[in-house]
């Protein structure tokens, strides 16, 4: 049984970048929600602690609350009643010196404990910042905003406290149903509103950004292997159209020969100008692995010369030398100077050029039949460019493998 492959949804790096600046900004909404309902929260119970932070100060100064064996348990239960009726977002509890609860107006089955840590009420009677929160004793695990005050014992009793929870039950689930109101949802749709705005304009600047981007990658993308676009179509090759391509592409070299091209010297190091060229070779060398050497004097003078086309030079003679030296091949470049002349000389060991080429190697491209007939364009353009300096070039027999160039420029006057 044949299976056909799945196919995946491919998303552009665009897409990509795009979701995880979405997800990115709704987290910040969500977080930004969460902290000002979280810090709203805290702002509240410390306003209510700090409003109420006297009330149970109050209560325990009740005198007839007390009598000379100490807290009356009844009297303090009817005015815990009375309290939570007239303020029913109180609870009222009566504690002894060990925080065990030993009065209280709770509903039958509504204590959750026996025991009230007194670790928080000794820090806010000793003027901790608000808030603080105890144990809510309807509660086994909760902890809420109180107020509280130490009650005088006697000699047969110790004291205790008065502990009032500022957070009742019946204000928990009025709160919880106000949360779930209009109000509240509008809010969170308010909220979502504002989050889904700011994501539409975040994605809007990010297209906007990234376009240059997306334009670089469809051009890209247009290109085949050999450089040229694939929608580009094939135009046959014949002798016409040659000649009327090489009318185009020789328009250059015709500049040079018949000096439409003005050069712009000055005075510069060569020394300076080959390192920085050399610079652009450094991945090519590595690839192929080649031994690149470099010799020059101790003391090498300055040339003047038209800086871009001696860069031209020296980049078509370096390109030259490396495509067509095989890997773990070695170039050589020396430079030298004497009789007020700077020397260059390019020497690499590739396959060298053909006997029936060298005498070709300087003159316009022309064909016969199909075949181009001459040493390139490029050895064409440097050899006109270093004739405007007043140099020549020369490809050298050095050798029996590899080929040599060697060319010469004027050293700048030192007067």
Same mark, same amino acid.
């Given at each position: 049984?044949?299976?056909?492959?799945?196919?995946?949804?491919?998303?552009?790096?665009?897409?990509?970048?795009?979701?995880?600046?979405?997800?990115?900004?709704?987290?910040?909404?969500?977080?930004?929600?969460?902290?000002?309902?979280?810090?709203?929260?805290?702002?509240?119970?410390?306003?209510?602690?700090?409003?109420?932070?006297?009330?149970?100060?109050?209560?325990?100064?009740?005198?007839?609350?007390?009598?000379?064996?100490?807290?009356?348990?009844?009297?303090?239960?009817?005015?815990?009643?009375?309290?939570?009726?007239?303020?029913?977002?109180?609870?009222?509890?009566?504690?002894?010196?060990?925080?065990?609860?030993?009065?209280?107006?709770?509903?039958?089955?509504?204590?959750?404990?026996?025991?009230?840590?007194?670790?928080?009420?000794?820090?806010?009677?000793?003027?901790?910042?608000?808030?603080?929160?105890?144990?809510?004793?309807?509660?086994?695990?909760?902890?809420?905003?109180?107020?509280?005050?130490?009650?005088?014992?006697?000699?047969?009793?110790?004291?205790?406290?008065?502990?009032?929870?500022?957070?009742?039950?019946?204000?928990?689930?009025?709160?919880?149903? !106000?949360? %779930?109101?209009?109000?509240?949802?509008?809010?969170? +749709?308010?909220? &979502? *509103?504002? #989050?889904?705005?700011?994501? @539409?304009?975040?994605?809007?600047?990010?297209?906007?950004?990234?376009?240059?981007?997306?334009?670089?990658?469809?051009?890209?993308?247009?290109?085949?292997?050999?450089?040229?676009?694939?929608?580009?179509?094939?135009?046959?090759?014949?002798?016409?159209?040659?000649?009327?391509?090489?009318?185009?592409?020789?328009?250059?070299?015709?500049?040079?020969?018949?000096?439409?091209?003005?050069?712009?010297?000055?005075?510069?190091?060569?020394?300076?100008?080959?390192?920085?060229?050399?610079?652009?070779?450094?991945?090519? !060398?590595? %690839?192929?692995?080649?031994?690149?050497?470099?010799? +020059?004097?101790? &003391? *090498?003078? #300055?040339?003047?010369?038209? @800086?871009?086309?001696?860069?031209?030079?020296?980049?078509?003679?370096?390109?030259?030398?490396?495509?067509?030296?095989?890997?773990?091949?070695?170039?050589?470049?020396?430079?030298?100077?004497?009789?007020?002349?700077?020397?260059?000389?390019?020497?690499?060991?590739?396959?060298?050029?053909?006997?029936?080429?060298?005498?070709?190697?300087?003159?316009?491209?022309?064909?016969?039949?199909?075949?181009?007939?001459?040493?390139?364009?490029?050895?064409?353009?440097?050899?006109?460019?270093?004739?405007?300096?007043?140099?020549?070039?020369?490809?050298?027999?050095?050798?029996?493998?590899?080929?040599?160039?060697?060319?010469?420029?004027?050293?700048?006057?030192?007067?």
């Amino acid at each position: 049984m044949s299976m056909k492959p799945s196919s995946t949804l491919a998303l552009t790096l665009t897409q990509r970048l795009s979701l995880v600046f979405a997800a990115l900004l709704l987290a910040c909404c969500g977080a930004s929600a969460w902290l000002r309902i979280h810090s709203n929260d805290l702002h509240e119970k410390e306003v209510i602690q700090s409003l109420s932070r006297g009330l149970a100060s109050h209560i325990a100064g009740n005198r007839t609350l007390m009598d000379a064996s100490g807290p009356r348990t009844d009297a303090l239960k009817a005015l815990f009643g009375q309290l939570m009726v007239v303020n029913p977002s109180v609870e009222v509890y009566l504690l002894d010196s060990e925080g065990t609860i030993r009065g209280d107006d709770a509903p039958a089955g509504h204590l959750k404990r026996e025991r009230v840590d007194l670790a928080p009420i000794k820090r806010f009677l000793g003027g901790a910042p608000l808030p603080v929160f105890g144990d809510d004793p309807r509660s086994a695990a909760g902890r809420k905003v109180f107020s509280a005050a130490p009650v005088a014992g006697t000699a047969d009793r110790p004291g205790g406290y008065i502990y009032v929870v500022l957070q009742s039950e019946l204000r928990d689930r009025l709160d919880a149903e !106000v949360q %779930a109101n209009a109000v509240l949802k509008t809010t969170l +749709r308010l909220m &979502a *509103l504002v #989050a889904v705005l700011g994501l @539409l304009a975040g994605l809007t600047a990010f297209w906007l950004i990234t376009r240059p981007l997306r334009r670089l990658t469809q051009a890209m993308r247009h290109f085949d292997a050999n450089g040229e676009p694939d929608k580009q179509p094939r135009v046959p090759r014949t002798a016409s159209t040659n000649q009327r391509d090489d009318i185009v592409v020789l328009d250059e070299p015709a500049k040079l020969e018949y000096g439409l091209v003005s050069l712009d010297p000055e005075v510069f190091s060569l020394e300076d100008l080959l390192q920085d060229v050399l610079e652009k070779f450094e991945l090519s !060398v590595a %690839a192929k692995r080649i031994a690149l050497h470099v010799e +020059r004097p101790p &003391a *090498l003078p #300055a040339i003047r010369a038209d @800086l871009g086309m001696i860069e031209r030079i020296l980049t078509n003679l370096l390109d030259n030398a490396i495509r067509h030296t095989p890997e773990e091949g070695v170039v050589t470049v020396l430079l030298s100077h004497h009789d007020q002349r700077v020397w260059v000389t390019c020497r690499d060991t590739g396959p060298g050029i053909p006997a029936a080429m060298r005498d070709s190697l300087f003159v316009r491209p022309f064909h016969s039949g199909r075949v181009a007939q001459s040493g390139g364009l490029g050895l064409l353009l440097v050899h006109r460019m270093l004739q405007l300096h007043g140099g020549h070039i020369t490809l050298v027999d050095e050798t029996a493998t590899g080929t040599t160039f060697r060319f010469d420029l004027p050293a700048a006057r030192t007067d």
